[in-house]
């Protein structure tokens, strides 16, 4: 079984939300006892809802014990920072053209948010800055075209 990079907060997040749907779990239970004693099953809503709840929160109960059982988790403040992209570090960035900064957390596929400004490790622009080094001038190709920028910093947060 092959492992699957995820940082420290991802992994944290993943284990708040199984948390959560352990706790819900004797309640669904107690709502589907509380509709089967409403009597005839096959037009019973509050029954149909039950189940249906359950089954989303089972599965979903699975899928999060998957990712965390395949999960490596990867502390990168532990790490000496050589100022090289790795998964988990922090890289900011500059557009050679406009001079816009940009920065962005590599992480795993699962924590991606663009508008927080986590990339996926699987990502184009996450491949073209993985190995570079601060101080480096990259070229990233992306479904817009390649652009240029500079690697002015990467943290190991």
């Known amino acids: 079984m092959e492992k699957v990079p995820m940082t420290v907060?991802?992994?944290e997040k993943l284990r708040k939300e199984l948390e959560r749907l352990l706790?819900?779990?004797p309640q669904i239970s107690e709502a589907i006892a509380e509709a089967r004693?409403?009597?005839d099953l096959k037009e019973n809503a509050e029954y149909h809802a039950a189940r249906e709840e359950q089954g989303i929160c089972e599965a979903q109960i699975r899928d999060i014990e998957y990712?965390?059982?395949v999960a490596q988790v990867i502390d990168v403040t532990k790490m000496d920072n050589q100022g090289k992209v790795i998964f988990g570090s922090t890289v900011t960035l500059v557009d050679v053209d406009t001079e816009e900064e940009k920065t962005y957390q590599i992480v795993g596929d699962?924590?991606?948010d663009i508008k927080a400004g986590r990339i996926s490790v699987s990502s184009p622009?996450?491949?073209g800055l993985i190995g570079k080094m601060e101080g480096d001038e990259v070229s990233i190709t992306t479904p817009g075209g390649a652009k240029?920028?500079?690697i002015e910093k990467v943290e190991y947060l």
């Open 148 to 150: 240029d920028y500079d």
């Open 9 to 11: 907060r991802g992994e």
């Open 110 to 112: 699962d924590e991606a």
């Open 125 to 127: 622009m996450a491949r």
């Open 37 to 39: 004693e409403l009597g």
């Open 23 to 25: 706790k819900l779990r």
């Open 67 to 69: 990712k965390l059982s």
